[in-house]
């Protein structure tokens, strides 16, 4: 467990380190118990219930209005709104 620790960057405690070495061994337990289970039957599944489309319809509505949107926005430029950018500042 200690090389799992370092290779994770984990600085542990030898208690910790005592701790999660018998909670991975209960982990892997549980999967060989898994392992061991005769599923030769049991259908591969995505999902535990039977879902059709979850989506509603889509409809068109009414919306607000553009330029009243735009125009209570603090900056806008060619219909849309003009955003600071978020990509290469410093933090």
Same mark, same amino acid.
């Given at each position: 467990?200690?090389?799992?620790?370092?290779?994770?960057?984990?600085?542990?405690?030898?208690?910790?380190?005592?701790?999660?070495?018998?909670? *991975? $061994?209960?982990?892997?337990?549980?999967? %060989?118990?898994?392992d061991a289970l !005769?599923?030769?039957?049991?259908? =591969?599944? &995505?999902?535990?219930?039977?879902?059709?489309?979850?989506?509603?319809?889509?409809?068109?509505?009414?919306? *607000? $209005?553009?330029?009243?949107?735009?125009? %209570?926005?603090?900056?806008?430029? !060619?219909?849309?709104?003009?955003? =600071?950018? &978020?990509?290469?500042?410093?933090?």
């Open positions: 467990m200690a090389k799992v620790a370092r290779l994770a960057r984990l600085a542990l405690a030898p208690d910790e380190i005592e701790r999660m070495t018998a909670q *991975l $061994d209960g982990m892997l337990e549980h999967f %060989a118990d898994v !005769d599923l030769t039957d049991v259908a =591969p599944m &995505t999902q535990p219930f039977p879902l059709v489309n979850v989506f509603r319809a889509d409809v068109v509505q009414p919306c *607000l $209005d553009r330029e009243e949107v735009l125009a %209570a926005a603090p900056a806008s430029e !060619d219909g849309r709104f003009r955003v =600071p950018p &978020t990509v290469g500042l410093e933090g």
